[in-house]
């Protein structure tokens, strides 16, 4: 089910994608525009990158950090730290232990899904081989997270 284009998604909310094949950036960049998803992408080719982003840490110091992404679409397989690394890091930390963390991934192992989930993942998503179908998955997940998904209020 496609949902029609809506202004409740938040649209000054960022989305922050942990992706370093830029193949799939492009694809995920793509059906959030073909599912009218306006919201900014940062991009995070590796693990460190995405931390030092959340963080306002090493090129992103000085970053406001309270401007927190709406989620985080994390891949597993990255350079420098590793998706679940990354992982344990935002839940380690007060300020991003709620973060909204979608594992997106080409992974199949069982143990990868649990690790996941044990360190607090959202959901679980394998990236479909097929280019419609991740087309059609990836704008779901943003339609999803971003109009369906009650997000936790602001806190003080």
Request: glycine share 6%; charged share 25%; proline share 7%.
């Amino acid at each position: 089910m496609i949902l029609p284009p809506t202004h409740t998604a938040m649209p000054h909310r960022k989305i922050l994608l942990v992706e370093d094949n830029p193949d799939d950036v492009a694809l995920t960049l793509r059906a959030f525009q073909k599912n009218n998803i306006a919201n900014q992408v940062v991009v995070a080719s590796d693990g460190q990158a995405a931390l030092d982003w959340l963080f306002g840490e090493g090129e992103f110091a000085g970053r406001d950090t309270t401007d927190l992404p709406a989620f985080v679409l994390l891949d597993l397989k990255l350079p420098k730290l590793d998706g679940l690394e990354v992982l344990r890091a935002l839940r380690a930390n007060p300020r991003t232990r709620l973060l909204r963390v979608v594992v997106l991934t080409t992974s199949r192992e069982e143990q990868d899904v649990v690790e996941s989930y044990s360190l607090g993942a959202n959901s679980y998503i394998r990236k479909p081989v097929d280019f419609d179908e991740f087309l059609h998955v990836v704008g779901q997940l943003g339609l999803y997270w971003l109009i369906l998904n009650e997000p936790l209020p602001p806190r003080n």
